[in-house]
C-alpha cells in the first residue's frame, strides 16, 4: 500500500513516477491518493503482477511460464526481451523507432532459407479458419 497521502509525506524515491508506468496513471492515482490495502488479488487486477497463485505454487507458476519461454526460438526471446527492455527506457515514439531499426537489422540479415520459412508462417496463418466456441 502506498501511504504517503495517508501520513503526509511526498514521495521521494521515484514512486509517483515509477508506479503510473507499471499499472497506468489512473490506477496510481487511485492507489496513491486512496492509500487503499494491496491484496493479491487487488495487485494481479491492477497488473503490479503477472499472476497469483496459491501458497506453495510459485515455483510451479514460475517453472511453466520458464518452460514457455524456452520452447521458443532463443535468439529472438533475447532480441525480443533486449528490445523491450530498452524501449521502456525511452519515450513511445523513440520506442517505436527503435524496434523498426531492430526489426530492419535483423530481416536484413536473414537468410534465404529463414525469409522462405516466415513467408510460409505468414501465408498459412490467414488460411487457418478460427475454431468456433458455439
Not at 72 to 92: A, F, P, T, Y
Amino acid at each position: 500500500m502506498d501511504t504517503h497521502a495517508r501520513f503526509g509525506i511526498f514521495p521521494s524515491w521515484g514512486l509517483s513516477q515509477k508506479l503510473s508506468r507499471i499499472i497506468g496513471a489512473n490506477k496510481a492515482r487511485e492507489v496513491s491518493l486512496t492509500s487503499m490495502p494491496l491484496t493479491a488479488d487487488v495487485a494481479g487486477k491492477l497488473g503490479f503482477v503477472n499472476h497469483v497463485v496459491e501458497e506453495g505454487e510459485a515455483l510451479k507458476k514460475a517453472r511453466e511460464i520458464a518452460e514457455a519461454i524456452i520452447k521458443n526460438e532463443q535468439g529472438m526471446v533475447l532480441r525480443i526481451k533486449s528490445v523491450i527492455n530498452d524501449g521502456l527506457k525511452l519515450d513511445l515514439g523513440h520506442a517505436l523507432t527503435l524496434e523498426k531499426e531492430r526489426a530492419h537489422a535483423y530481416y536484413s540479415g536473414m537468410t534465404k532459407e529463414q525469409f522462405r520459412k516466415m513467408q510460409e508462417f505468414i501465408a498459412g496463418r490467414g488460411s487457418k479458419k478460427p475454431s468456433s466456441k458455439l
